[in-house]
């Protein structure tokens, strides 16, 4: 009798732990869906802006890339929590925003000076944190790029937005305090064929901050 009992019981608690398990799954499952639906709107919408933002300034006058850096910060709302610009070799030229955990995002130490930037209202504050190159290592990411394209012909100028077909596995460098998963999405920005810069949108959900 007390073996069939204990046997009963063993059953029962397996059947309890299978039961949780299965839970357990669907809630992580869940969890996962929501972030990357998260991560992926605030791209889009992000990028949506962004080209609104351009075509109308393209419109108004002549393009050039610290105005193109104007409209990305112009671009941003409160979800988008930093961007890192990135020189047409993959590397920082400068970053806005700040780390999951509320510190300025780190940047290069050694980096050629920049123009100033003429003051547009934004919320993302400029990085300051610099490190050595060597705080910088190669990350592997999965996201969705786009290429912004500036096409000019004599006196017309015009914007094409495309998708890259597939997610495709990208190596970047990334500083120990941001995780390649907390990038929405990047854009290649072109002026005819010429690589302007790229630059990366970075999101994080409750999950994620510190």
């Not at 209202?121 to 990350?139: M, Y």
């Not at 929405?184 to 920005?189: D, K, L, Q």
Request: no cysteine; proline share 5%.
């Amino acid at each position: 009798m007390r073996k069939q009992f204990v046997r009963l019981f063993l059953s029962f608690v397996l059947v309890v732990a299978v039961v949780l398990g299965i839970q357990a799954v669907v809630v992580l499952v869940s969890l996962q869906n929501q972030r990357a639906s998260w991560t992926e709107s605030v791209f889009e919408e992000y990028l949506e802006t962004f080209t609104n933002n351009l075509k109308a300034g393209l419109s108004s006058r002549p393009s050039s890339f610290i105005t193109i850096e104007q409209l990305l910060l112009a671009s941003a709302d409160d979800r988008v929590s930093g961007l890192y610009i990135r020189n047409p070799d993959g590397t920082v030229a400068v970053a806005y925003g700040n780390t999951s955990s509320g510190n300025s995002l780190p940047i290069p130490r050694q980096r050629p000076a920049e123009a100033q930037i003429p003051t547009m209202h934004h919320a993302l504050p400029v990085a300051k944190e610099a490190i050595g190159e060597q705080g910088f290592t190669s990350s592997e990411m999965h996201s969705d790029v786009y290429v912004v394209k500036i096409l000019q012909s004599g006196s017309v100028t015009s914007l094409l937005v495309s998708r890259q077909p597939e997610r495709q596995k990208q190596t970047i460098l990334l500083p120990a305090q941001v995780k390649a998963n907390d990038i929405a999405g990047s854009m290649v920005i072109m002026y005819n064929n010429e690589v302007l810069g790229m630059v990366d949108v970075l999101t994080y959900t409750p999950f994620t901050y510190k």
